[in-house]
DNA sequence: AATTGTAGTGAACGAAAGATCACTTGTCAA
DNA sequence: TTGACAAGTGATCTTTCGTTCACTACAATT
């Protein structure tokens, strides 16, 4: 089917250009990892460019719908213990998720040269996660579960070092595990610079 | 001379390597940034990967005598505010530096098709800075200008963000200001949550 | 002054790239 | 059953790539 061939031209594009890049990557091994002849894929796309935009676009959407939309927002924790495996969680699956990976390396490879690239590797890298977590620290402040204090730069200061450790792992996935045990350790320091201890969560003047 | 046009080619190279990355450079567009024709450039290397080659020899030796070697570590500051403004000048050098900006870029752009430029991208992004904010917060606790915490921990929690801004103004240099702005206010938050006051620092037991 | 090595030239080559086109096949609506 | 259209094929075109080579110009060495 049209649609099909169609899809399956994105994910193998997503796939190479992922691994080599737009310019490393050519028609012909695009074709071939499909199982078709090279000017097949001209029945889809009219050039290499059409092929691109349609995956930027892809992109975007889904961004858009994964990580922008209301309903996809975790939910406040309850307790800092619930916190930090909430950051788990998220950590596992934006690492082990092979879509979500190849979609930063592509956005890795491609910033310099694309303009909407580069934007969302902005939003996907450091914006999206800092306003994340910045309505997540308002609300753990709100809930006394977080020292008050500004909840947007408690945010930055835990989203960016997360994220260096997820581009370690797109980047030498050999050190995953090391990787995960660090977001952990960090996790808990964080909560423990500003995490209010729940014993002390009933005091009052 | 032949050893200034080999320079020369090196830093034309790193200049549009970084720009296209290495896949969408090509030796035309290098000799003629150089003001000779196309072959000229086989004169001084066999071949592109040669250059590709001679240009990471090159930044993996800048890197060890800029970043790696003693005499080249920041003194370790005397007050917190002495750390704040190092911390600053140390950003805004690495930021406008345009050398590091295109080193960083090109290791951006090849770190998952060459291994050296992997290895030399986890140092320069992750590793490196971490080691030696390490080194001077190790030397602040001892110096009471901050407080007992590992020190580990806290260079990881400091440079990573930083780190995540100076990759921001490599992708949207517009934003350089905004992100030099972001430093500082992230370095004083920071201070202001594991720095001592100095004023407590001759309280006794 | 003669020689030799080297930086740079310009034409050319073969391979690989993106793309086109006439053609075959298969599917579904009329 | 037939006609039409979309999917896929294979040969082919053009351009661009990295690279080679015979050649020139010039600087340093003998």
Redesign the pocket.
Known sequence: ??????EKILMTALDLFSKKGYEG???????ASL??????V???Y?????IWNALLDRMINYYGERFGSVEHLPPVPDSLEEFVSMTMQMVRFTIHDEQIVKMRKVLTLEQYRDERARDLATKHFLTGLTEMFTRIFSDMMAKDLLKRDDPAMLAFAYATPISALIHLCDREPEKTEEAIAQVEAFSRHFIKTYGKDLSSATEGP
Chains 1, 2 share one sequence.
Not at 1 to 6: I, W
């Open positions: 089917m049209a649609k099909d061939t169609k990557t050519n028609i012909r091994e695009l074709s199982g078709l002849v090279k000017s097949g001209y029945k889809h009219e050039s290499k460019e059409a």
